[in-house]
């Protein structure tokens, strides 16, 4: 896998929801900065060392 999207959303209660599609991955954070943090970090967790995808694109849902 080269890439990999995140679709992003506003949560109700308060900062946002990151899901991958096509991957079992989900993430939440207060803010922006703190989101892309989060999403490096659970795609790391996710994929063994060498196989994570190059490009995280992110797609925000309104």
Do not use: W, Y
């Not at 946002?16 to 079992?24: C, D, E, I, L």
């Not at 900065?33 to 797609?59: S, W």
């Amino acid at each position: 896998m080269r890439e990999i999207t995140f679709l992003i959303e506003e949560s109700p209660e308060g900062g946002f929801n990151a899901r991958a599609v096509g991957v079992s991955i989900f993430t939440e954070a207060e803010n922006r900065a703190e989101l892309h943090d989060q999403i490096r970090d659970a795609v790391m967790c996710h994929f063994e060392e060498g196989k994570a995808p190059q490009t995280i694109r992110l797609q925000l849902l309104r």
